[in-house]
């Protein structure tokens, strides 16, 4: 009996030390990556967002936009916020989105490349014509990267943006772009735009929005780009503290009126087009002449001056033309008519000076009427002064 409890005694030991080693058998340790750290980035589609100042030093970046980032409801960046943006990057606020950036002038907002060089990022484009869009005290630098929409800011059909105490920086193309007649540059002023490859394109429409307290500085090319379109509604064609460069044709359906002391170079085959509900009145000064001229002093490089409108109202004053006369239809730097369908145009000059036609100077049909009001000067024009 007591050898039977012994063995039993032994074995409820062994069972025991079996169960021991059992529950204390360790799992295999195995060892977790740390997580990824945020650095910020987005891209895709988003919806109401807010880029908050979330970063002390104002050196580290507070959001890094990877590829393009499409708006679709309000974006909204906090003051001192830096933004970097990744190569060929782009920010795109659909009709539906709207950008509120408002920096302040002591913690501006800063938009730049993650790569410091000429257009390594594309654009900020907008589609939107929401009223509250707006870039106050925002640096803009290294942006303007695509050829097609060839600005840092890009402004689309419809698109409307306030932009002022902003600076445009190390753009590669234009700084700023209106790239149709409805884009709307509201308050366009107190911007700076340095050390850019080009400044500004806009419409005829637009150039009563750029305020003359905008700052160019070291821009390789230093004018404002206009793109012929049709003007539609009355216009001032002021000075601006830049020349104007003309491209293409724009059409004049409504009173025009050009400042003295304006300056356009006109580029190749470019033309301006007063059609008989238009009117041109360029009102120049002895002090102060208007000037149409050429982008490249080739004698015939741009079209020039088509007046079929009969209005009494078109006037050259003080105004200088050279470099014109290349259109094969309209054989004059200044041509006074147009077809049958154009009859009794009528332009009134006194003190203009016309030089270096390809054509004739003026060319005046014979249901047409030139009023010369006197102290009108001609040189160097191919076929004549006056024609035919």
């Given amino acids: 009996m007591y050898k039977k409890k012994s063995h039993l005694y032994s074995l409820a030991i062994i069972f025991f030390l079996i169960l021991v080693t059992v529950c204390c058998k360790k799992e295999p340790v195995v060892e977790k990556p740390d997580p990824e750290p945020d650095d910020g980035s987005i891209s895709g589609t988003i919806k109401d967002t807010l880029i908050a100042n979330v970063n002390a030093d104002p050196n580290v970046a507070d959001c890094y936009i990877t590829g393009v980032l499409s708006v679709d409801g309000e974006l909204k960046v906090d003051s001192g916020v830096l933004i970097e943006m990744g190569d060929g990057a782009s920010i795109v606020i659909k009709t539906t989105g709207t950008i509120i950036a408002k920096g302040s002038a002591s913690h501006p907002i800063t938009i ?24 106050s005290y925002v640096n803009l630098e290294y942006g303007g990267g695509d050829n097609s929409n060839n600005g840092a800011v890009y402004l689309n059909t419809g698109g409307y943006v306030k932009i002022q105490n902003s600076k445009f920086s190390n753009c590669k193309n234009n700084a700023v772009v209106a790239a149709a007649d409805d884009a709307v540059l509201n308050q366009f002023t107190n911007n700076i735009i340095e050390n850019n490859e080009y400044t500004l394109q806009i419409r005829p429409n637009q150039i009563p929005q750029v305020d003359n307290s905008n700052t160019f500085t070291n821009n390789n090319n230093a004018f404002i780009t206009i793109e012929g379109s049709t003007v539609r509604t009355p216009l001032t064609w002021d000075k601006k503290l830049l020349p104007y460069k003309h491209k293409g044709t724009t059409y004049i359906e ?3 009126v050009i400042a003295a002391g304006v300056n356009i170079q006109m580029d190749y085959a470019s033309l301006i087009q007063v059609r008989p509900e238009g009117t041109l009145n360029a009102a120049g000064s002895a002090s102060e002449r208007i000037v149409f001229s050429s982008a490249d002093t080739v004698q015939g490089y741009w079209q020039g001056l088509l007046i079929q409108s009969r209005s009494n109202k078109n006037s050259l004053s003080y105004v200088d033309i050279s470099y014109a006369g290349g259109s094969p239809t309209y054989i004059g730097s200044i041509y006074i008519g147009g077809s049958v369908s154009y009859p009794e145009a009528i332009l009134s000059m006194n003190n203009c000076s016309v030089n270096k036609s390809a054509s004739w100077g003026i060319y005046v049909q014979s249901n047409a009427s030139l009023v010369n009001a006197g102290g009108n000067v001609f040189s160097n024009n191919i076929m004549g002064d006056i024609g035919p």
Wanted: net charge positive.
């Fill in 112 to 135: 730049t490349g993650r790569t410091k060089t000429r257009g390594a990022w594309k654009y900020i484009m907008i589609n939107s014509g929401d009223p509250r869009n707006e870039l």
């Fill in 254 to 256: 409504a009173d025009v």
